[in-house]
């Protein structure tokens, strides 16, 4: 009953992206495994890894996308959700490593080893078991978020304040995370992991799994973003976009509605995270800088905010176009990144998506985003 | 005689440093006196030793140290006397006076000048005397505390006569407390032991406190004074030590509110967050970096004037670089701050790497004028001169500022801008000229923070990074429209994280501090001072 009020939630867009998805979390991996090298079909491993990157990416835009793009809270500090899950997911691969580390310790992580630690602390402890671990992937962004989120929206800390206190929140944990004493691998962080569920995390087998995965929860996060955009409290989140006093003056409990999409948010982020790592195959504090908070928030710029599509198309875009510059010419990647950050902002506010109904289909929708958040803040400022 | 030696090179350093005040005598009357050294027996060579310390030459205590180290002998063919190197089967002459070689000798025709336990007192005793006793106060300071440190039975005699005789009162009771030193490592009873703590206890310094705890485990009186007088020592030590915390912090401070400044206008002013804030600093910082430059190939006579040439430059080039950010992205933003804050983080990232392309990606060394070097100190604060001069440009800023917001005419559309923009604009403002001139100004001072920054951080594309959430800290906490805010805010912010530092370390105090600010904003979510009115309200 659930699953066909989720999958009734969808609108036409929305069923072709998630069918898609479906789509590719069966086939790259046969690709992969099953079309025979030289083949056109063939998928290497390295590009079945860089997509599954990239699915991780905007399954994190999707988040941001969930508390700007429908409630106008722009944060620059979802990374450090993305980092969190990231880190569970790494303490749970570090201790599957066991004596096949570098000091064969059975219990102790290598680097734990190495600054002469005799025992495992207490907030390791349990990360040998994977359903904890996934819980923790969610419960520690969620009630980071939770806290942070009851906090700030109580006292109604909104607009800029709230994006530099997010992001003095994301600068913090990347500061905690580079002490050693921390117990989180300090400036290294977590790396050169074994096994994930009993499987070797390098063989192809498990990195096509990894991919469908990292597949298959983007569609259930874009069904569940979805449902929760299309809902009656979807309607109230846009409300509290383009004019959180008159929502708050009609009667709804303003606070209540963001921390729930803001702590749904952040677990969402969260395993992002938890998918991202063992793909990657390391997770550091460079995850925590404020400065990869800001790029996924300009991915959804890029895609369009306020449209569920448009993270996807915008986190994959612009990864692409990183990964497609740093390498060939890695010295004008910060101009371009830089003009996208302006362009967007100046020329497409309504990002890809808006561009494409606006050229294509030509139904432009009422550009409630653009004039609604300039209501919003201009009413604050 | 291990403190004979430390006097000696002292005495030469001494006098290598400040030859205004260094004694020399003629080279042939020195070697006359050098002569009778070597003419053989004890009561001779006492009396020489005399001799030669009444002249005040600075070479003597060389001399003397070198004999007492057995290292002076006599030709015997002329009665010459030199110090001798051993090469090989021979030996090596050197004149004492004149330092040059003199050739080789086999050692049948030299004689060693025997020293025994007599001519060693009367050795010690003159060096003392020409050090400890030297007509030049800091010669005799150095010589103190080179006893203290050596803490030689030998020099008490000499100690006791540099005593006598010392005016200056803290040079004596440095000499007193290294006579204490030297007495406490001889066999005295206990009870001159324990005088003696308390004359080192008088002396309260960092040197005291290491040398009493030698003795903090020693059993009897000796120890329970020792552990009582470290004790009064510390707690003096934590005091200053506090105090240069203080200083540490209002430093920091100075900095934060030099970085924070223009960010709390453009902010307070026009509600915009400038992410390339940052990068004005930066931009100020390599303006002055290549006005110096010039100022080196070009005029290098006025090298020491080179920051106060910079300042203006720096102001100018970052001033220019914000009214063209916000005559090309910014005015076409406002009333979305969210994305304003989002574009200029564009156009940060365009100018690190714009820098980048121009100058390289390593740091550049900016130099400091030689009025801005050295320090000095203040009881035990140290003091540098850079500091000092940023404290007070950053206080002078400030104050240029106040002034510029509450008597021009340009200050004045600003207040009003800030306080009700569509009034302002209602009676006549030209807003947009005043919020690109805001921004010109807020840039400007950004550019002023990058002159002073570059003498105390790296010059390098990413020196901008570094300042820009600290100085949103401090706009945030202060509160934003008000200046003075920015004020309490920065130094606030700069001392509490230098108060912090001793007892959590430097990383885990920043995070406590942005923790702490984080949950303020819950309490305060305007700041410290907030603009109260309907203006403000969402």
Known sequence: MITTFLIDSLDRRGRIVVGLLVALALLVPAGNLLVPEGNVFHVSTYQLTLCGKYLTYALLALSVDLVWGYCGILSLGHGAFFALGGYAMGMYLMRQIGTRGVYADPLLPDFMVFLNWKELPWFWQGFDMAWYALLMVVLVPGLLALVFGWLSFRSRVTGVYLSIITQALTYALLL?????????GGNNGLTDFKDILGYPIQAPGTRAALFAASALMLAIGFVIASAVVRSKLGKVLVAIRDAESRTRFIGYRVEHYKLFVWTLSAAMAGIAGALYVPQVGIINPSEFDPAASIEAVIWVAVGGRGTLVGPLIGAVAVNFGKTWFTGVLPEVWLYAL??????????LPRGIVGLWDKLVTGRAKPAVEANGAGRQTGEAA | MAFLRLLAILAALIAGLQPALAVRIADADLSSHVVALGVGGF??????????????????????????NGELMVRKADGAVFAVEKAGLDFRLTDLVTGVGAGLAPKAAVEKIKVNNRIRRAIASAVGALTLMSPDPSV??????????????????????????????DIRSAMLAARATALLASDAPEADKVASIAAIADLGSRDALGFLSGYTSAEGAVGAAARKAAAVIESRLMLWDVGQNLWYGLSLGSVLLLAAIGLAITFGVMGVINMAHGEMVMIGAYATFTAQ?????SWPEL??????????VAFLTAALAGILIERLVIRWLYGRPLETLLATWGVSLMLQQAVRSLYGANNREVGNPAW????????????????LWIILFALAVFFALIGVLKRTRLGLEMRAVTQNRQMAAAVGIRTPLVDALTFGLGSGIAGLAGVALSQIDNVSPNLGRGYIIDSFMVVVFGGVGNLWGTLVG???????????????????????LLVAIILFIQKRPRGLFALKGRAVEA
Not at chain 2, 47 to 56: E, F, N, S, V
Not at chain 2, 293 to 297: F, G, K, V
Request: hydrophobic letters at 55%; charged letters at 20%; zero cysteines.
């Open chain 1, 176 to 184: 905690a995370f580079f002490r050693n004493d921390m117990g989180f």
């Open chain 1, 338 to 347: 830089g003009a996208l950050f302006v362009v967007v902002t100046l020329f």
């Open chain 2, 43 to 68: 009561d001779a060579a006492e009396k020489a030793i005399a001799d030669l310390a009444a002249t005040g030459d600075d070479r003597v205590p060389t001399i003397l140290d070198r004999l007492g």
């Open chain 2, 140 to 169: 005799r300071r150095a010589a103190a505390e080179a006893v203290m440190k050596s803490a030689d039975v030998a020099a008490i005699p000499v100690l006791d006569q540099a005593i006598a005789a010392e005016t200056v009162a």
């Open chain 2, 293 to 297: 430059e010039a100022i080196r190939s």
């Open chain 2, 303 to 312: 090298f020491d004037y080179s920051l106060l040439i910079a300042l203006p």
């Open chain 2, 372 to 387: 801005m070097s050295g320090a000095f100190a203040v009881g035990d604060i140290q003091v540098t001169w850079t500091r």
């Open chain 2, 490 to 512: 920065a130094l606030t912010l700069g001392v509490a994280n230098k108060m912090l530092e001793p007892y959590a370390g430097a990383v885990l105090g920043k995070i406590i």
